[in-house]
């Protein structure tokens, strides 16, 4: 199955898996760190925040390889997009364009109240999906079975939500 944005092939999911895994190994083996993009955004609010929450010990060490990290993500996702026909910003939301009519004011609306969403739940879970359900799972930690098993719910829940009442 093509990529939605640009038809272009995706790499086959065991070899998807093969490089997130090697990725989590050589964090946990090689620099003693857990593989998270959520507490990233700490990071980088920490270059503009200054406050005590944001100048703690424990976030300033990880700046050295977060950040490097996070960079690496984003030049990842550029070649990924000049090697597979480019890239365009769009406003499309698919079937919710025709279910909600929203115009650009609304569109962003709804991003930033779902980011709020996102936001919220990360910091209620102690992380983000990658963090639990990659990280945390594969050392077999219970508070990551649970928070990965409610991320879940949760997205089941809403795309039912989605599905039966807003697009039906």
């Known amino acids: 199955m093509p990529l939605i944005l640009n038809q272009a ?3 086959h999911w065991a070899a998807g898996g093969a490089i997130i895994a090697a990725v989590t190994l050589l964090l946990l083996f090689v620099l003693n760190r857990r593989l998270g ?3 990233g955004f700490e990071d980088v609010c920490s270059l503009v925040v ?3 929450y944001f100048e703690r010990a424990s976030l ?3 700046r050295r390889w977060r950040l490097p990290f996070l960079f690496g993500l984003v030049i990842g996702g550029a070649v990924s997009a000049a090697t597979t026909g480019g890239w365009q910003p769009t406003w499309a939301l698919g079937m919710l364009d025709d279910a909600l009519a929203l115009g650009p004011a609304g569109k962003m609306a709804w991003m930033f109240v779902g980011g709020l969403f996102i936001g919220f739940g990360t910091r209620l879970g102690g992380g983000c999906t990658s963090g639990h359900g990659i990280f945390g799972l594969s050392n077999l930690e219970r ?7 409610s991320f879940m ?3 089941f829940v809403t795309t039912q939500l989605l599905w039966k009442v807003v697009l039906s």
Request: hydrophobic share 30%; aromatic share 0%.
């Open 9 to 11: 092939d995706p790499i």
């Open 37 to 39: 993009i959520s507490t």
């Open 50 to 52: 200054r406050t005590r």
């Open 60 to 62: 300033c060490e990880a």
């Open 143 to 149: 508070p990551s079975l649970v928070t990965t098993l």
């Open 153 to 155: 719910a949760g997205g």
